[in-house]
Structures are given as C-alpha cells and as structure tokens.
C-alpha cells in the first residue's frame, strides 16, 4: 500500500525480514537465534490446549505494595526517578512508594471518587491524577504536598496526559470535551470543543504540534493546541462504526491507530486527513493498541476477544497472532527493543518478541484482573489490579 506522504514507504528499509530475535536472559528461557520466522498458522495458540489452573499460578512477582482498599486502577513510573511508582485506585487515594522496598512514599489524598489515570510530568517533579469525580490534581513528588487542583470538566476525567517538553497537561472527560492547562497557574490554555460522546481517549502526538481525540461518537479530531481549533476528523465511511476506545501515534507524528467496538482497528494519516485503512481479523471490541517504537512498520492490536495481532502498516496485513486465555486490558511496546507487553483479565502479564510472536515470559502473581501497567528501561514491569495490589515483575533473574 501507497501512503500519500510516502512514509510508511520510506519506513519500509528499517525492516530487515531476516531480522531474528537476539538472546534477551530473562528467567525461563531465552530466545533462540536460529529460529526462523513462523507463519501466522504457526503462531497461533491451539485454545484446545491444557490450561494451567489458576491455583496452580505462581506468585513471580519480586516486589509489591499492599496499602490500597479497593480495586488498583492506574499505575505510572516516574521516568526520571525510576524507583518512584505511583499508583490510584478505587478507594479514592493515590500513592507514591518506592519499587525496590515496597514502602509507602507518601499518601495522596483529596479525590472524592475512584482516580482512574495517574502520570508523571516530563521531569519527575510532578505527578498528576485524574478522577471520576471530573478534577485533575496536581501534587509535587517529592513533598506529597498539593500543587494545584485543575478544573474545568463537569464529567468524569477519561485520561490525563503530560505534554513531553512542559507543565502543559491534556485530559479528556465524560461531558464530552477535551481539556488543556497550565499547571503553574492553573489556568485552562485550550478547550477542545466538539465531540458528540465521551472523549475516551486522546494524547499529544510525539512531536508536541497536535492534540488528538478519540471519542464515543465514534470520531477521531485532530487539533491546534496552540489556538484549540480542530484541524481535521476522520468518521463516516471507512472509519469506525461504533465507539473509538483506544488510539496511539507513531513516533514520527504521521499516523494514528485507533481501535473501536466495533472489532476494527483504523490506520489514519495526520498529515493528510486520509483514512489509510481498516485491519481487520478481531471478532470483538478492540480495548487497546500501540505502535512499534522498534520497527516503524509494525503496530499492534488488543481485543475483548483474547488475542493481540501484530500488523504489517505498509500492506495492512496481519503477521502474526497469540492470545491470553480471556480479554486483554493494555499493550505497551519497550522503547527499544523488539518486545511487547501486554496485560489481560486472565491475572497475567505476556511478554512478547514482536518479531516473531514468541512468548518470552509470562508474569503471574495477581489474584484478579490486571487493569493497567508500566515498564521501566531495565526490564521491570508494574501493574496495576482488581485485588487491591500492585505488583513489580522482572525480566532479568535476581542477581545473587
């Protein structure tokens, strides 16, 4: 497939189709360099095969944090201070605790409902939460202490997103429109008017120019951030049909990948406001997806129906397929290497070579639901879960 701009033409030469997994030590096992690239027959998981019983799962996790009371619903990972985790959940409250000894940091109280997004800003000083009872708190990192509260939705707060280079921060809501602040002072610098549903979901694209926003009237709009006019929408023919749940932007800013209710995944050009193509293969809502920071070809996609498709973006083709035994939550592609991670309802973290579909590690410890996760550069993974806990995984074995 042509793109318009000749950039997924261009991305074509970083990818070598001989390319072969190199050796990652991680506990069970390591990859094998002589494996040849399977088919996608190959690689799909024989569901007829003996599942382990969820008795039988072993707690490999190497580090936790007990301290919540209800469901743990977002976790993030402090960049710049990497050993500071952050975690809200269903009992109102977020906290800050350290990932090596497990202890609490400090207590983040104020929220009047569940805190259902949580993210640092660009230099690890702040971290913000979002909640169901529609205000977006900022709190200082080092402190606990209470920057500022940002308002402005009447509704529900669907995400939070930092911009990469600033204090600027981006939040959807229920009630239909997107928001943007200051946060030195609080003020709202742009408001995103004109979704007709919920925005569920949104972000800055990498470069920082353009907000996008995915929305339950089944629209995706791009806008200026500098004067919050809406600079182009992608719907009606050959767009989704039912509600956007999930989107993601490749690192050169030039495409979006959205994933809906109704089973399809959507390739979009930023630069041109052309729909590129549907992918199609899911038999039910696609709940999340990402893009490849490893091969600027590759994108992926998640769905209620269990299985994760990695998709060839210069022919819209699927690679390959593998699948957690119920609905996954979340997908995250590793900075740098060909690895990608997902979370599913099944109380597991899969950890996956993109490249090939082989499952390299599987992490269980979780007695409900995985809700969200972050991983960090050193091959740490925290999650976030239904009981009450979050747990921290390790690709590489404790040194002894």
Same mark, same amino acid.
């Given at each position: 497939?042509?793109?318009?701009?000749?950039?997924?033409?261009?991305?074509?030469?970083?990818? =070598?189709?001989?390319?072969?997994?190199?050796?990652?030590?991680?506990?069970?096992?390591? $990859? =094998?360099?002589?494996?040849?690239?399977?088919?996608?027959?190959?690689?799909?998981?024989?569901?007829?095969?003996?599942?382990?019983?969820?008795?039988? $799962?072993?707690?490999?996790?190497?580090?936790?944090?007990?301290?919540?009371?209800?469901?743990?619903?977002?976790?993030?990972?402090?960049?710049?201070?990497?050993?500071?985790?952050?975690?809200?959940?269903?009992?109102?409250?977020?906290?800050?605790? =350290?990932?090596?000894?497990?202890?609490?940091?400090?207590?983040?109280?104020?929220?009047?409902? /569940?805190?259902?997004?949580?993210?640092?800003?660009?230099?690890?000083?702040?971290?913000?939460?979002?909640?169901?009872?529609?205000?977006?708190?900022?709190?200082?990192?080092?402190?606990?202490?209470?920057?500022?509260?940002?308002?402005?939705?009447?509704? /529900?707060?669907?995400?939070?997103?930092?911009?990469?280079?600033?204090?600027?921060?981006?939040?959807?809501?229920?009630?239909?429109?997107?928001?943007?602040? *200051?946060?030195?002072?609080?003020?709202?610098?742009?408001?995103?008017?004109?979704?007709?549903?919920?925005?569920?979901?949104?972000?800055?694209?990498?470069?920082?120019?353009?907000?996008?926003?995915?929305?339950? =009237?089944?629209?995706?709009?791009?806008?200026?951030?500098?004067?919050?006019?809406?600079?182009?929408?992608? *719907?009606?023919?050959?767009?989704?049909?039912?509600?956007?749940?999930?989107?993601?932007?490749?690192?050169?800013?030039?495409?979006?990948?959205?994933?809906?209710?109704?089973?399809?995944?959507?390739?979009?050009?930023?630069?041109?406001?052309?729909?590129?193509?549907? $992918?199609?293969?899911?038999?039910?809502?696609?709940?999340?997806? /990402?893009?490849?920071?490893?091969?600027?070809?590759?994108?992926?996609?998640? /769905?209620?129906?269990?299985?994760?498709?990695?998709?060839?973006?210069?022919?819209?083709?699927?690679?390959?397929?593998?699948?957690?035994?119920?609905?996954?939550?979340? $997908?995250?592609?590793?900075?740098?290497?060909?690895?990608?991670?997902? *979370?599913?309802?099944?109380?597991?973290?899969?950890?996956?070579?993109?490249?090939?579909?082989?499952?390299?590690?599987?992490?269980?410890?979780?007695?409900?639901?995985?809700?969200?996760?972050?991983?960090?550069?050193?091959?740490?993974?925290?999650?976030?879960?239904?009981?009450?806990?979050?747990?921290?995984?390790?690709?590489?074995?404790?040194?002894?």
């Amino acid at each position: 497939m042509e793109d318009p701009n000749g950039n997924l033409e261009e991305d074509a030469e970083y990818y =070598d189709p001989n390319d072969e997994a190199g050796e990652y030590a991680i506990e069970g096992g390591q $990859l =094998d360099q002589d494996d040849e690239m399977m088919d996608e027959q190959d690689l799909e998981v024989d569901e007829n095969e003996p599942q382990e019983e969820e008795e039988d $799962l072993v707690d490999e996790s190497v580090q936790g944090f007990f301290d919540h009371t209800d469901s743990v619903y977002c976790v993030a990972i402090n960049k710049t201070f990497p050993d500071v985790i952050a975690t809200g959940g269903g009992d109102d409250v977020a906290y800050l605790w =350290d990932i090596n000894s497990g202890e609490k940091v400090h207590q983040l109280k104020g929220h009047s409902d /569940s805190i259902s997004s949580i993210e640092f800003n660009y230099d690890g000083k702040l971290v913000a939460t979002g909640g169901m009872d529609g205000v977006v708190k900022v709190w200082d990192v080092q402190t606990g202490n209470l920057v500022i509260n940002l308002e402005g939705p009447t509704e /529900s707060v669907e995400w939070i997103q930092w911009h990469s280079k600033g204090n600027i921060l981006l939040a959807g809501s229920a009630d239909c429109l997107g928001f943007m602040w *200051s946060t030195l002072k609080g003020d709202i610098v742009g408001t995103f008017a004109g979704h007709n549903g919920p925005v569920t979901c949104g972000m800055f694209t990498p470069d920082g120019k353009k907000v996008v926003t995915g929305s339950e =009237d089944c629209s995706i709009k791009v806008w200026n951030p500098k004067d919050s006019s809406n600079l182009m929408t992608f *719907s009606g023919h050959g767009f989704h049909e039912n509600i956007i749940t999930c989107l993601d932007i490749r690192k050169d800013s030039s495409l979006v990948l959205s994933g809906g209710d109704d089973h399809y995944a959507v390739l979009s050009n930023l630069n041109t406001g052309k729909i590129i193509g549907k $992918l199609h293969g899911h038999t039910d809502s696609i709940v999340a997806v /990402s893009m490849s920071n490893h091969n600027n070809s590759f994108c992926h996609t998640g /769905s209620l129906d269990g299985s994760i498709r990695v998709w060839d973006m210069n022919t819209l083709q699927q690679r390959s397929t593998f699948k957690h035994k119920t609905s996954i939550t979340k $997908l995250k592609s590793h900075p740098h290497e060909p690895l990608l991670f997902s *979370s599913s309802i099944d109380k597991s973290i899969g950890v996956w070579d993109e490249r090939n579909g082989q499952l390299i590690k599987q992490f269980t410890g979780h007695q409900d639901s995985i809700l969200d996760f972050d991983i960090t550069l050193d091959g740490k993974v925290v999650t976030a879960s239904d009981d009450k806990v979050s747990l921290v995984f390790s690709l590489n074995p404790p040194q002894n």
